[in-house]
């Protein structure tokens, strides 16, 4: 059964920093692309950054690049999204997918699963 398991949101003031993790199971990591979207409160769900699974590229939407970094550890079955340098508006419910390529900025091709979410707050 396919899984993803988003973790290490929480309450964050402005210009800190949070890593959080997407746990997979039920299938080999590093032969699908993974994004990692958000969604703020009355906003539409909007990709941030995604990994492919060719090279490990990266791409990030404008409004994250150069403070946020995806990364993959296939041994672990884990993505990470470090997020540094945080803002109010980078408050949202974060989730990652799996898709089959990285699509434009931070989007990814093809989605089949989803998983459930992690909060992010930032607030001082």
């Known amino acids: 059964q396919v899984q993803l398991v988003e973790s290490g949101g929480g309450l964050v003031q402005p210009g800190g920093s949070l890593r959080l993790s997407c746990a997979v199971s039920?299938?080999?990591?590093?032969?699908?692309?993974i994004g990692w979207f958000r969604q703020a409160l009355g906003k539409e769900r909007g990709g941030e950054a995604c990994?492919?699974?060719?090279?490990?590229?990266?791409y990030y939407a404008d409004s994250v690049k150069g403070r946020f970094t995806i990364s993959r550890d296939n041994t672990k079955n884990t993505v990470y999204l470090q997020m540094n340098s945080l803002k109010p508006e980078d408050t949202a419910v974060y989730y990652c997918?799996?898709?089959?390529?990285?699509?434009?900025?931070?989007?990814?091709?093809?989605?089949?699963?989803w998983g459930t979410g992690t909060l992010v707050t930032v607030s001082s």
């Open positions: 997918a799996r898709g089959g390529y990285c699509s434009g900025l931070g989007s990814v091709g093809d989605m089949d699963y």
């Open positions: 039920g299938f080999t990591l590093d032969n699908y692309a």
């Open positions: 990994i492919s699974s060719l090279d490990n590229s990266t």
